[in-house]
């Protein structure tokens, strides 16, 4: 058990001979205990000189030296679901000494990348995905005639999204061989753990018991009634002791539950049930945080680590928190301060309470909250139902996860005009988390849907202002914005109603007018500065500016467009059509983020080299006018 996170790399000599899991499958059975307590330590090392994920992953190292211990990687196929639990798959898998570069530029990805390594069978980011993935592969491996098999992994809180199901009911009309394990780490579960429902998996998984299972199949399936009676009794045996019966149903034969931790128990059931036929789910439940007593007592708050500092940079962060909150907390604070007067306002939320800003609002309005777990889709169909009748949702999600929405978002809000506010998060680059996670899309998915007002905020009170504005707005609206700090500008007291579509003018210059969508108006400042520019303050995406957008046509030779989301179909596009519209043929130049997915870095020089910050604006501007 570790209390601290080690500051030098801990002794790990055995961890050290496993450079592959070609190398793991060389030990002892007895080893493997002593392998575990290796990679705990050294996953606490490594996450606390990079900052990441990490209390999933400590509940999976005994799970994940088991799987590579029995299975024959990568030839056999390992998916994982997401990927937060994936560090110790990477440091079995020849990327022990790459770790300290988790989530640097040109170091590893936050998340399992198939351009990474072959272990990494399939890329993941968002949640749900490993069983649909799992069975394309198992259907992939029959049409080659591969004996090769295929593990799907899965949380708990995966499974609450409604894909997973969708793969399950798939795997069970399917019938052939794939086995997903359930892991689950909810604490709840956990005293069901041991004693009967242990032997009772173990019994099941057994060979004896599978060879005469199969044997009566084929005796009893002769007489139809005589086998259902039999099955029937299995399935309630099942349910006594363990949640089975659903897997059962869907078609799955049901192992569990299993401690997570029991390395000698986990290999000695995969290794019963690798060769069976057919769907398999094995239940296995893991404490997440495990072996890091804080993320033992704390393993929500402790879901992820920040990098850890000096106690001198430590107190710098902190008075730069102080100076300058996140725009999170902005939104939190703003339903804080809404909610009282307001008691039609319901925030909804798809498992992203705490990263959204709105612990305090969930702890103070809990009957106003509803965090419906990673289950997107049903979040804004959720929401489209209460504004039916008569309530007010604010949903706040991520740019990414709004993605997994975008039917609903069309068919079931905007198609209805349906009176929605969306506070969405981490629009832009998000940095270290890279592409899976990036809000690169949202101006162009947006834009094109009719009924939705869409605004882009440059500070802290800007967002405080179009967040009120979204609210009293009769219908859907958008307000969308990065993650991490604000500017730490001054904030008004009362909140005001914006006009619609209504840009402002910041400064004013000659023949180039700069028009900033969202945060980069900092940026384009000092560009506006340098060249003396006009600059505006968009605002809104749409509706647009349009007559604003028609007189600087008409007045400047150069119109320059800035956003932090990709060229194509953005913020840029909707004033290049609408000057097409007019024809009016004013140069143009639209700066944004590149056609290509973006590794991960540091935000802020990911946009620098894409040329978005003000040394890049100046540039491109110069290079246009020659």
């Known amino acids: 058990m570790f209390e601290d996170i080690p500051q030098q790399r801990p ?13 793991l499958r060389e030990l002892e059975p007895n080893q493997l205990v002593e392998l575990a307590q290796e990679l705990r330590a050294y996953l606490l090392y490594c996450v606390g000189q990079t900052g990441g994920h990490f209390g999933a992953g400590l509940g999976v190292v005994e799970l994940t030296i088991a799987l590579h211990y029995v299975f024959n990687t990568p030839e056999d196929r390992l998916v994982w679901d997401v990927g937060h639990q994936s560090y110790p798959h990477k440091i079995l898998t020849g990327r022990r000494e790459r770790m300290l570069s988790m989530r640097l530029k040109d170091g590893l990805a936050a998340f399992n990348n198939r351009q990474e390594s072959e272990y990494d069978t399939f890329g993941v980011g968002h949640s749900s995905t490993s069983i649909s993935a799992a069975l394309g592969m198992m259907l992939a491996a029959r049409k080659s005639s591969s004996e090769r098999k295929v593990v799907a992994v899965i949380g708990d809180g995966a499974m609450t999204a409604g894909m997973a199901f969708e793969a399950l009911n798939h795997a069970g009309e399917l019938d052939d061989d794939i086995l997903v394990i359930l892991n689950d780490n909810n604490m709840s579960i956990s005293k069901n753990v041991g004693g009967l429902s242990s032997y009772f998996a173990r019994m099941w998984a057994s060979k004896p018991y599978n060879f005469i299972r199969s044997g009566t199949k084929k005796v009893l399936s002769k007489a139809p009634p005589a086998w259902k009676a039999a099955h029937r009794v299995e399935e309630y045996m099942k349910g006594m002791v363990s949640p089975a019966t659903i897997f059962e149903e869907l078609g799955f034969n049901y192992f569990g539950l299993i401690d ?22 094995l239940h296995v439940v893991t404490q997440k945080g495990k072996g890091y007593l804080p993320a033992e007592e704390d393993p929500y708050g ?8 000096s106690a001198d940079e430590n107190e710098e962060q902190k008075r730069e928190k102080v100076k300058a909150p996140t725009y999170s907390n902005i939104f939190g604070n703003w339903l804080c301060d809404m909610a009282p007067n307001e008691p039609n306002l319901m925030a909804i939320t798809p498992a992203m309470g705490e990263g959204s800003g709105m612990r305090q609002f969930e702890e103070s309005f809990p009957d106003q909250f509803f965090d419906v777990a990673i289950a997107e889709q049903h979040a804004v169909t959720f929401a489209a139902g209460m504004a039916c009748d008569g309530l007010k949702p604010v949903v706040a999600i991520y740019s990414t996860f709004l993605q997994r929405a975008y039917d609903q978002l069309i068919h079931d809000v905007a198609l209805q005009n349906l009176d929605i506010l969306f506070a969405i998060d981490r629009a832009g680059l998000v940095g270290e988390d890279g592409p899976t996670h990036a809000g690169s899309f949202d101006l162009s998915y947006l834009r094109c849907i ?10 802290e009170n800007e967002a405080r202002h179009m967040l009120y504005t979204g609210y009293h707005f009769p219908g859907p ?15 008004d007291t009362d909140l005001k109603q914006l006009e619609l579509g209504k840009a402002i003018v910041r400064r004013q210059g000659e023949k180039i007018a700069i028009l900033a969508f969202g945060t980069l108006l900092n940026a384009a400042e000092n560009s506006a500065q340098e060249l003396n520019a006009t600059l505006v303050d968009m605002r809104f995406v749409k509706p647009l500016d349009e007559l604003l957008v028609m007189e600087l046509a008409e007045t400047h030779q150069l119109i320059v467009t800035v956003e932090e989301n990709v060229i194509k179909g953005g913020a840029g596009s909707a004033v290049n059509e609408y000057l097409a519209s007019i024809n009016n043929k004013v140069d143009v130049l639209n700066l944004g983020l590149p056609d290509k997915f973006l590794d991960h870095g540091k935000a802020e020089l990911m946009l620098a080299e894409c040329g978005l910050d003000s040394t890049g604006i100046t540039a491109a501007i110069v290079n246009k006018t020659g």
């Open 260 to 281: 997570g931790h029991d390395l000698d128990g986990l290999v000695d059931i995969l290794n019963n049930i690798k060769n069976l036929r057919g769907p398999l789910l």
């Open 450 to 459: 009719p009924n939705l007002i869409v605004m882009t905020p440059s500070n």
């Open 11 to 23: 002794q790990t000599a055995l961890l050290d001979s496993v450079d592959s899991p070609a190398d």
């Open 302 to 309: 402790m879901h992820a680590l920040n990098k850890l500092v």
């Open 477 to 491: 609206a958008a307000v969308r914005y990065p993650r991490g700090k604000a500017t730490g500008c001054e904030q």
